[in-house]
């Protein structure tokens, strides 16, 4: 993520223009994370939107300039992690019977493949629902972002070994649980 602490700094002091610079900088990092994280693109734009508004109405709060990087895509991570909980809790209330598909999908018509496809997707959601907040956050720092352990480490404020440690067994309990659900 490449931005200018010169922006930071004038926007901890609330400078609109300043502010609107940094989010240029970042919006694409921001928002192919996000774009993993949830894998669609209304939710990752929502996200994306909120943890900017929360960011701005925060950043006074930010002691550290150079941290911009690392605090805004904390912010990010908790937004997707909202949203995902929501999805999760939405499949939840779904009926539980659901065999008649043209029912469900009535003029929907979809080809096997992206019915296969869907369902793949709803077990990798439940997969990753049924990790801790914070385990969720290392995958998605650390698998979909790109982040290295030590950087992970500085935005969730644990030790880089807690994090390699907490990623292989978030890892290994994702990977069993799909494997559970074929």
């Known amino acids: 993520m490449t931005y200018d602490n010169a922006d930071v700094i ?15 900088s970042v919006y694409k990092d921001l ?11 209304e939710s990752a734009e929502d996200a994306v939107s909120e943890a900017v508004t929360d960011a701005w109405k925060g950043i006074q709060s930010l ?21 995902l909980r929501e999805r999760y809790n939405r499949a939840q209330e779904m009926p539980g019977d659901i065999s008649d598909l ?30 801790s907040d914070t385990d969720r956050e290392i995958i998605s720092l650390c698998v ?27 890892l290994a309990k994702l990977r069993n649980t799909l494997y559970d659900a074929t």
């Open 10 to 24: 004038l926007a901890i002091e609330k400078d609109p223009e300043a502010f609107s610079r940094l989010y240029r």
């Open 31 to 41: 928002y192919r994370l996000a774009w993993y994280s949830l894998s669609e693109k």
């Open 63 to 83: 002691k550290q300039p150079e941290a911009f990087g690392f605090w805004i895509t904390k912010i990010l991570i908790r937004k997707c992690n909202a949203i």
């Open 102 to 131: 043209e029912t469900v999908c009535a003029a929907d018509v979809r080809s096997e493949r992206d019915l296969l496809r869907s369902e793949a997707r709803t077990d990798l959601e439940r997969g990753i629902m049924a990790l």
């Open 144 to 170: 979909v972002a790109g982040y290295k352990s030590e950087e992970a480490g500085l935005i969730l404020s644990m030790n880089s070994s807690t994090v390699r440690s907490r990623l292989n067994r978030a």
